[in-house]
């Protein structure tokens, strides 16, 4: 038995295990949260959507201009909207190889409420004095950092399916995951792992140098994202800022601290390049 299980790794797991390992980082997916009529979160000053576009130009020059061994691919540059699948698709059709996607975090809606005078009312026969009181909503927060996600476990098998859709963009050898075979389906899960793996590794590295950065580093953690479920690759999605923080909002509207979100980002870009590609 343990014989069987020895041979087991050495005929499927071990050889997928060498294919995403070692592999060239060629062509990178950079997406710019939101767009068009969907603006996003907003804050007092401006909009998700225009943020995410402004690093990702930012962040794609740097590369282009420092790294001349690595293409950009955007799933937008102006302000309109892809869907959610045509990002993935985009990515996809590319036959990229790492996806990184860009957003601006938000809190929820808090509510006060204050008291506004006193209204005269009978009951029972008395009258008695009523307190009138407003609501107030309000949307700022001192809560501020960078935070990465990688994909949920939940949607694996949506993950799963895109690696075998595009199996040729993920293999090394073409035709190696042949959905005829019903040893394929060990080596997508395969992939999957070794996807998920790198993508916590490259999330680690983003969380590094934004620590680097003086930025407040609030971790990698895992949603059920479909930008991420549906692309046959390694990927994140970045929430590079609250936007409803005053300062914040403003940090992230300057040129400064655009150049230093896209600066930091690269630098993660790059860092995932040389530990993939050794």
Not at 46 to 65: F, M, Q, R
Not at 218 to 235: D, T
């Amino acid at each position: 038995m343990r014989i069987k299980f020895i041979l087991f790794l050495i005929i499927f797991i071990a050889p997928t295990l060498l294919l995403a390992q070692g592999r060239k980082i060629s062509k990178v997916v950079i997406d710019a949260g939101h767009g068009g009529k969907d603006i996003g979160a907003q804050g007092a000053i401006s909009k998700e959507k225009d943020i995410t576009l402004a690093v990702t130009l930012k962040l794609g020059k740097i590369i282009t201009d420092s790294m001349k061994s690595l293409q950009v691919i955007y799933t937008r540059t102006t302000d309109d909207y892809p869907s959610l699948v045509d990002r993935h698709e985009i990515a996809n059709r590319a036959k990229a190889d790492l996806f990184l996607a860009i957003h601006v975090n938000s809190t929820p809606f808090t509510y006060t409420k204050v008291l506004e005078g006193y209204k005269t009312v009978k009951k029972k026969k008395k009258t008695v004095r009523q307190p009138i009181y407003r609501t107030i909503k309000h949307h700022t927060t001192t809560r501020s950092g960078v935070e990465t996600y990688v994909l949920g476990l939940h949607r694996n098998s949506q993950k799963e399916g895109a690696i075998g859709e595009y199996g040729d963009n993920v293999a090394d050898e073409p035709g190696l995951l042949d959905t005829n075979d019903p040893q394929t389906a060990i080596i997508i899960a395969q992939y999957s792992q070794a996807f998920l793996k790198k993508s916590i590794s490259f999330g680690a590295k983003i969380q590094e140098q934004v620590a680097i950065a003086g930025r407040p580093d609030l971790g990698v953690k895992q949603m059920n994202l479909e930008v991420l479920a549906g692309s046959a690759m390694p990927g994140v999605l970045v929430e590079i800022g609250f936007i409803t923080n005053t300062e914040e909002e403003i940090y992230l509207n300057s040129e400064r601290g655009q150049h230093e979100v896209a600066l930091a980002l690269y630098k993660a870009i790059k860092a995932y390049k040389a530990e993939v590609e050794k």
